[in-house]
């Protein structure tokens, strides 16, 4: 039996202890370290400088930071997601920087290394094959509010927003939500995220948008891997993105978000669920997706309207040009 096990086991420690001598108390957990956050290019460094996207004619590379002189680097043939990959061809090695470059190796004597802004890749198929570093900008960032549009936050201020604070860039820190209230509507917003080499899962730089703070849309860096639903451009555990358009982080990003509302009868009985369309970075990811309930955190559904939320979730993410068009 369990219960004569444990008192065998108390009546050793006391007979090893000595029956005047108490157990010391267990040693206290040690604190995890700090994980460094970058919030500007020049502290990230070498790491950051070599991170990012390269293209070549055959396709498209990402090479990711994993911090510690580590880096992943995935290929895709026909270009980068959402700017020609095939969907079809996908691979994914490791490396690490060694005498000041990047060095890659794989099965089939695939070798790849990256220094000054060029990926070279060579393997038994052939190569060597040169891809040229390339930075991409969001079609719809900087967008302007068009007629009949509610400016929410342009970087004058930040009245329009509960728990809204600005950093010494005029940008909106996460952590905030609209005093307005929306039903239907179209939102533009662009986004920025840290850079957190050492980080990994939902600690690499953190947020969401929330529709009516019922629904999210996650906010995270997720450059380079697969597209989940609790990754960039998720809707939060209900829907993956057709395809991970997230840039590499501490780059302005875009959503433009379509948002229908629920729909209640008379006795609060839901018989239509919120519709939602998404474009991240100017490139469709979610399609008129239903959405059948509140995702995590979010407040119940009812036929009210709801704010705008930029969560905060202890990570340096930040907002600007956010306007909305509300819709009958």
Known sequence: MKWIALLALTVSTAAVLG????????????????????????????DYLDQGEYKSDWG?????????????????????????????????????RTAGKIFFTSTNNYRAELAGGKLIIASDAGGPWTMEKVM????????????????????????????????????LASGSK????????????????????????????NSGVYMQDRYEVQVLDSFGLK???????????????????????????????????AKFDATGVKVANAVITVKHNGVLIHDRAELKGSTGGGKKEDSTGGSIQLQGHGNPV??????????G
């Open 19 to 46: 029956a005047d001598e108490k157990a010391k108390p267990a040693a206290a957990a040690k604190p995890k370290p700090e994980i460094p956050t970058y919030t500007n290019a020049a502290q990230g460094g070498q």
């Open 60 to 96: 498209g590379a990402q090479v990711i930071a994993l911090g510690d002189d580590k880096f992943r680097l995935v290929s895709y043939k026909g270009g980068l997601p959402g700017e020609g990959w095939d969907k079809q061809f996908k691979s994914e090695v490791n490396g690490r």
């Open 136 to 171: 991409r900008q969001s079609p719809t960032e900087g967008a302007k509010p068009p007629v009949g549009a509610t400016v929410l936050f342009d970087g004058s201020s930040e009245a329009a927003w509960v728990g809204g604070h600005l950093d010494e860039r005029k940008l």
């Open 178 to 205: 609209t005093r307005q209230q929306f039903t239907n509507y179209s939102l533009h917003c662009e986004f920025l995220l840290p850079f957190k080499p050492l980080a990994r899962g939902q600690e690499r730089g």
């Open 227 to 261: 597209g989940e639903d609790n990754e960039c451009g998720g809707i939060y555990t209900l829907h993956r993105p057709a395809v991970n358009m997230c840039y590499p982080p501490l780059t302005w990003q875009t959503y433009d978000i379509d948002f229908a509302a």
């Open 318 to 327: 930040f907002y600007r040009n956010v306007w909305i068009v509300p819709k």
